[in-house]
């Protein structure tokens, strides 16, 4: 079944970077699109940005375009999610998802903090 595990969320101040990175397993990764979703304390699932299974195309939350970007690795089945320029409204759990768009299965997710 589909297995996704991120990893590289953590603490930083405000205009720091973070780069997360997902693992996938149990599905042919590379034939599929793939997303990062978020979601913030007291809120629902936020959508942050989708890659189509060659890289070739992303679409982006606009209150992230320019900060963050996403990019994969079909030899390594793995999801990337370079965040730049961080604030405190970034804060969140980060998931990857299966798929374009937040619906699909996702994993246990990453806590990423930005706090002065």
């Known amino acids: 079944q589909v297995q996704l595990v991120e990893s590289g969320g953590g603490s930083v101040t405000p205009g720091g970077s973070i780069r997360l990175s997902c693992m996938a397993s149990g599905f042919d990764f590379r034939s599929n699109a793939m997303s990062w979703v978020r979601q913030a304390p007291g809120k629902g699932l936020e959508w942050v940005s989708s890659?189509?299974?060659?890289?070739?195309?992303?679409k982006t939350l606009d209150s992230v375009k320019g900060r963050f970007t996403i990019s994969r690795d079909n030899a390594e089945n793995r999801l990337y999610l370079q965040m730049d320029n961080l604030r405190v409204e970034d804060t969140a759990m980060y998931y990857c998802a299966e798929g374009w768009g937040k619906g699909g299965a996702r994993g246990p997710g990453t806590q990423v903090t930005v706090t002065t």
């Open positions: 890659l189509t299974p060659d890289g070739s195309y992303s």
